[in-house]
C-alpha cells in the first residue's frame, strides 16, 4: 500500500509510488505473476508522441462545474483544454447539467523574458485576475515543463493568493517531463484536490457513494438507488462544494482504478471513507463480486442478492445468444490500463478469442494495495490468459506492427488516434468513450451488440485498406514488435 | 502583448510542426516534452496527415534529459526514425525543455546532414513566440538547411511564369487546404505557374526544391510570412507583391488578381493578358449569376437575417470577410476582433486596411489575444437587428447567450468539420454564403 502524504506539494509520481512500468511484451499471465515480485521498466530506443501529465490532470478540473484552471506555461501547454470545454458541454444532459456554463480556461502565456527572469510575479497577478474576471469558487493551478524548469515557486504563489482571496487556489505539479506514466497527471490534481478542497467529515451519510469516473452517462443513480443511496461523481460536473464534503460519504467506488487509485486511497487513509476494492464491475464474474462487495459494504447483503439474482434473470440469456453469435471470432485491444483490462474480460465474458493487447503502463497494483482491485488479475482468473500482451506506451508503431502480424477480426480502442491503424489495415474497430456503457450486466449485452454490429458493417474498413497510406517501412513491419525495446534486436 | 490569456485561438511555436505534417511525406521529428505533440493534435483536431500525431516520433522529455541534457537520445530517436518511418524530409522541432537545457540541436542534426539525409533543425520552444510566427521559422530553416542543397540544379529566377505562393498557414486556417488549391487555380487561370509548397496540390519536396527557379513570390498576407518572403528576396533576389487579407468574393479577388498580373508584367512573365482578362470575366459572371438569384432572398426573405457581425479571427480574415460581408452580403461589419496576437508594428497598416473598406462608415477594431476578454467586449454590446458572430468553437456559446447566429471558421473548433472547403476566390465567397445562411435557417425548425 502506498503512503499518502498531504503535507507535500506534489504527487509523488507512479514509477516510485507504484513501481508502475510503461514496457513490456509477454503475456498476461506472466506481466501478472511478475507485477507480485517486482517488475523492470525498460527503455525504448525509438519512440513517439506520448501525450503528458499536464491534460490528465487538466481533465479532472476544467470539468468542475464552478471552478477556474489557470496553466502557468507558454500558450502551447493549454491547447487541447478547448476539447474539455466541448465535452462539458456536450455531455452535461447525461448528468442532469441542465445550464452548462462556459468554462474558464487561461494561460499564463509565458515568454521567453519569463524564462529567464521567472514566471511567478505574472501567476500572481494572474490568479488574481482571473479571480475578478469569472469570480470562481475555486482556482486550479496547472503547472507544466518551462514553469517547473525554471523554478517558479507556484505553490507559494497559490498560497498567497488563497489567504487574500478566501478561495481555495490549489497548485498541481503536473510537469510533463516529471514522469514517463502520463496517469500521474490525474494523481497530481487529485492531491490537490485532497489537499485544498477536501475537508474532514462533519458526519458519515449513509446515503451518498463517491464514484470516480470521467464524463460517462449515469448508471449509478439506478444501482444505488436499490441500496437506498445516490452517487457523488468525482470530479468531472462535481462542484466545490459536492468535492469538499466527499469525505462523508459511506464508500467510494472507481469506475477505473488506473484513474481514481489515488483518490480512492486518499479518502480512505486520510478521510475514512472506505473504498471498495472490488475491481469495477466488468464481466458478469467480476459484477456479482462488486455488487456484493457494495452490498456488504453498505451493509445491505440481501439487497446485493436480490438485484444480482433479478438482473441475472434478466440478462444471462439475452448474453448467451449473444454468445452464440460472436462464436470464434477474434479480437485485440489497446488502451489506458484500467480500461484495458476491462475490455479483456468483456471479450472473455462474450467468447471471443483475445488475441493479443496492448496497454499504455502497468500499475503493479493500486495506491490500496489490494490484490481484489487488480482487474487483470481477476480477468486472467476469469476468463484465462492472453498472448502477445505488450505493454506500449501508446507508442504506434509497436500496435501497428502488432496488428499487421496478427489481423484480428475485431480492434478494441479506448483513446483517440488508435482505431485509424485498425481501420487502414482493413479490421473493423470499435471506440466506445463512454466507461460505463459496458458495465454491468447490461454493459455486456449493450457492448457485445456493437460488436457484432461493427464486425458485421466492415465495408467501409475494407474500402479504406485498399487506399490507405503507410508511412511505415516494410522493414519495420517484418520485425518483432518489441525490437526497440531494452533487450529486443534494435538499439 | 504578454500577459495571462483566456481561450487561446493559437498555440505556441511548436504548433508550427503542423506545417511540417502539411508538407507531402514529411516528418516532424520532436524534441520535447512527451505532451507537446498531443497538445498540437488536440489543439487543430484531424489534424495527423501522414505521419503527424502519434506517428511523428518524439524524444519524450523525462527528468533524465533535462538534468543531463537529450541529445544522445534524439541522435537515438533520428537514426531509428530512418529505420522505422519512410519520409522525404525530417524537421526536427525543439521544445520548451529542450530550448531550456539548451541541447545543441543544429551541431547533431548537420551530422546527419553530412551523411546525406534530408533533414532540418529548428529551435520552436513555446515560449518564443506564437505558431504565426514560428511558421516562417519553420519555413525558413527548410529552405537555408534543405533547399539550398539543390541550388545547383536549380537556376535562380529561371521560370518567368512560375511563383511560389505564401498564403494560409496550414491547420491554423481551417480552409487551408482549400484555400491554396483555390489559389493555385486562379492563378494558373491568368497564366501563373504557381508552387503552393504545402497540402495535396503542392509537388512535396521535389516543389520545394524548386523554390529558386520562380519568377517572383506573392505573399497573401497582413503580417505572418513576411519573413520567409523577405527571405527569398534575400536569398534568391525574388522580388514579391503582399496582398493584405484574404480575398473572398468578387471585388477583391478580381483586385488580388490584378495587382499579381501588373507585377508579373512588371517582372516580365510571360501573360497572354487577353486570356486572363477573359478567365477573370468568366470567373465574375459565374459568381454574379449566383448573386443576382440570391438577391430576391437577402432582400425579401421575411422571416429574419443577420444585418450585422462581429468576427473574432486572424487579421486576414477579419479584413477579408469584413470587406465582403458589407459589399457583397450586405452584412454590416460591426466591432471586429483580431485575435492572432499581432505584432504591434504591423497593427496601423491593418486598420488603415481595414478602413479602406468604406468612406461613410467606421468599423470598430480591437486587437485583443486574450479572447475571453474579446468576448466580455462583445457581452456588452448591442445592435439593432440579428446578429452574427463568426469565430472558432468558443464563440458558439458566446453567439447562444446573446441570441445570434454563428459560423464557425476560426481554429480552434471542436463544431464544424472542414475537409478541403474554400473561403477565397470568387467561389469561397459563395461558400462563405451558403454557410451563413445554412446556419441561418437551420434554426427554423
Known amino acids: 500500500m502506498s503512503h499518502i502524504n498531504l503535507q507535500i506539494p506534489d504527487v509523488s509520481i507512479r514509477e516510485i509510488r507504484l513501481n508502475s512500468i510503461t514496457g513490456f511484451q509477454g503475456s498476461a499471465t506472466e506481466l501478472v505473476k511478475g507485477s507480485r515480485c517486482g517488475l523492470k521498466d525498460k527503455n525504448r530506443f525509438f519512440s513517439q508522441c506520448l501525450g503528458c501529465s499536464v491534460t490528465q490532470a487538466a481533465c479532472m478540473v476544467i470539468l468542475v462545474q464552478d471552478a477556474a484552471v489557470i496553466s502557468h506555461g507558454p500558450v502551447g501547454c493549454s491547447s487541447c483544454f478547448h476539447e474539455f470545454a466541448f465535452t462539458y458541454r456536450v455531455n452535461s444532459p447525461l448528468r442532469r447539467v441542465e445550464q452548462p456554463t462556459q468554462r474558464k480556461i487561461f494561460s499564463t502565456n509565458l515568454q521567453e523574458t519569463d524564462t529567464v527572469f521567472g514566471g511567478s510575479q505574472k501567476l500572481a497577478a494572474g490568479i488574481r485576475e482571473v479571480y475578478e474576471r469569472t469570480h470562481p469558487n475555486a482556482i486550479f493551478v496547472l503547472t507544466t515543463c518551462a514553469a517547473g524548469i525554471i523554478g517558479d515557486d507556484v505553490e507559494s504563489v497559490c498560497n498567497e493568493a488563497e489567504e487574500e482571496l478566501q ?271 459496458s458495465m454491468g450486466y447490461e454493459g455486456l449485452l449493450s457492448y457485445g451488440e456493437r460488436i457484432l454490429e461493427t464486425i458485421e458493417n466492415d465495408e467501409f474498413v475494407k474500402n479504406l485498406e485498399k487506399h490507405a497510406v503507410n508511412p511505415y517501412t516494410k522493414w519495420w513491419l517484418s520485425q518483432e514488435p518489441d525490437t526497440f525495446l531494452d533487450g529486443g534486436a534494435c538499439k | 502583448m504578454s500577459g495571462i490569456i483566456e481561450q487561446e485561438r493559437y498555440t505556441c511555436a511548436i504548433g508550427a510542426l503542423q506545417s ?50 537529450g541529445i544522445q537520445r534524439l541522435r537515438q530517436i533520428i537514426t531509428n526514425t530512418y529505420k522505422v518511418l519512410d519520409t522525404d524530409l525530417q524537421v526536427v522541432l525543439t521544445g520548451c525543455t529542450a530550448g531550456i ?111 529558386p527557379r520562380a519568377n517572383f513570390n506573392i505573399l497573401v498576407a497582413p503580417w505572418h510570412g513576411q519573413p520567409i518572403a523577405e527571405h527569398l528576396e534575400e536569398r534568391y533576389g525574388q522580388p514579391y507583391t503582399q496582398f493584405p487579407h ?63 457581425v462581429h468576427i473574432l479571427h486572424d487579421a486576414g480574415y477579419v479584413v477579408g470577410l469584413s470587406k465582403f460581408l458589407l459589399h457583397e452580403v450586405g452584412i454590416v461589419p460591426k466591432e471586429q476582433f483580431i485575435v492572432d496576437n499581432t505584432p ?56 447562444r447567450e446573446k441570441n445570434y447566429d454563428f459560423l464557425s471558421a476560426a481554429a480552434p473548433s471542436p463544431y464544424r468539420l472542414v475537409l478541403t472547403t474554400h473561403y477565397v476566390g470568387f467561389s469561397g465567397g459563395l461558400r462563405v454564403i451558403e454557410d451563413i445562411y445554412d446556419a441561418v435557417l437551420a434554426t427554423y425548425r
Open chain 1, 167 to 437: 478561495i481555495p487556489v490549489v497548485a498541481i505539479f503536473c510537469e510533463g517531463f516529471r514522469s514517463k506514466v502520463w496517469t500521474t497527471g490525474f494523481d497530481a490534481s487529485y492531491h490537490g484536490i485532497a489537499r485544498k478542497l477536501i475537508k474532514p467529515a462533519r458526519a458519515r451519510r449513509t446515503d451518498v457513494i463517491n464514484v470516480i469516473n470521467f464524463w460517462g452517462s449515469d448508471i449509478f443513480s439506478e444501482w444505488f438507488a436499490a441500496f437506498g443511496a445516490k452517487p457523488n461523481y468525482i470530479t468531472p460536473y462535481s462542484t466545490v462544494e459536492s468535492l469538499t464534503w466527499s469525505s462523508e460519504a459511506a464508500a467510494t467506488v472507481q469506475a477505473c482504478p488506473t484513474l481514481g487509485s489515488y483518490l480512492g486511497a486518499a479518502l480512505e487513509q486520510e478521510f475514512g471513507v472506505p473504498e471498495i476494492k472490488a475491481a469495477p464491475p466488468y464481466g458478469v464474474a467480476q459484477t456479482d463480486r462488486w455488487f456484493r462487495a457494495l452490498g456488504e459494504i453498505l451493509h445491505q447483503e440481501k439487497q446485493a442478492e436480490e438485484l444480482i439474482a433479478a438482473k441475472k434473470a434478466d440478462y444471462l440469456p439475452k448474453i448467451a445468444a449473444l454468445r452464440e453469435k460472436l462464436k470464434g471470432k477474434t479480437a485485440y485491444v489497446t488502451a489506458g490500463a484500467g480500461h484495458g483490462h476491462a475490455l479483456l474480460s468483456i471479450l472473455g465474458e462474450l467468447g471471443l478469442e483475445v488475441k493479443g493487447a496492448a496497454l499504455f503502463h502497468h500499475d503493479p497494483l493500486y495506491d490500496n494495495g489490494s490484490e481484489e482491485s487488480d482487474m487483470l488479475a481477476q480477468s486472467v482468473k476469469d476468463y484465462g490468459d492472453v498472448p502477445n500482451f505488450n505493454i506500449c506506451n501508446k507508442q504506434e508503431f509497436e500496435l501497428v506492427n502488432t496488428l499487421h502480424r496478427l489481423r484480428p477480426d475485431l480492434l478494441l480502442a479506448r483513446h483517440g488516434g488508435m482505431t485509424l491503424w485498425g481501420s487502414k489495415l482493413g479490421i473493423p474497430s470499435l471506440l466506445i468513450g463512454d466507461e460505463h456503457f
Open chain 2, 20 to 69: 511540417v505534417v502539411a508538407i507531402p511525406k514529411a516528418v516532424p521529428v520532436l524534441h520535447s516534452g512527451p505532451g507537446c505533440g498531443n497538445m498540437i493534435q488536440g489543439f487543430f483536431e484531424r489534424s495527423t496527415g501522414y505521419a503527424g500525431g502519434s506517428t511523428s516520433p518524439c524524444t519524450n522529455f523525462s527528468e533524465q534529459e533535462v538534468v543531463f541534457g
Open chain 2, 101 to 211: 537545457v539548451g541541447d545543441d540541436v543544429g551541431s547533431l542534426v548537420a551530422e546527419f546532414r553530412a551523411e546525406g539525409r534530408p533533414i532540418v533543425a529548428v529551435e520552436t520552444p513555446g515560449f518564443k513566440c506564437n505558431n504565426f510566427e514560428s511558421h516562417s521559422l519553420v519555413v525558413n530553416a527548410i529552405i537555408d538547411q534543405y533547399v539550398s542543397l539543390f541550388d545547383g540544379e536549380n537556376p535562380v529566377r529561371s521560370e518567368k511564369n512560375t511563383v511560389n505562393l505564401l498564403a494560409s498557414l496550414p491547420y491554423q486556417d481551417p480552409f487551408w487546404k482549400g484555400n491554396l488549391g483555390e489559389y493555385q487555380r486562379l492563378l494558373e487561370g491568368v497564366g501563373l505557374k504557381v508552387q503552393v509548397l504545402f497540402g495535396p496540390k503542392s509537388g512535396g519536396v521535389n516543389e520545394w526544391q524548386r523554390i
Open chain 2, 246 to 308: 484574404i480575398p473572398v468574393g468578387a471585388n477583391e479577388t478580381e483586385r488580388f488578381l490584378r495587382q499579381v498580373l501588373t507585377f508579373a508584367a512588371e517582372r516580365h512573365a510571360e501573360i497572354d493578358e487577353a486570356a486572363a482578362a477573359e478567365f477573370i470575366r468568366r470567373e465574375r459572371e459565374a459568381y454574379y449569376e449566383e448573386i443576382d438569384n440570391l438577391a430576391t432572398f437577402l432582400l425579401e426573405f421575411r422571416y429574419g437575417l443577420p444585418n450585422h
Open chain 2, 344 to 399: 504591434e508594428k504591423f497593427q496601423e497598416q491593418i486598420r488603415a486596411e481595414l478602413k479602406t473598406t468604406s468612406d461613410k462608415r467606421d468599423i470598430p477594431l480591437i486587437f485583443e489575444p486574450d479572447a475571453g476578454r474579446t468576448q466580455e467586449i462583445i457581452r456588452g454590446l448591442s445592435h439593432g437587428g440579428r446578429g452574427l458572430i463568426i469565430g472558432s468553437g468558443w464563440d458558439k456559446e458566446l453567439a
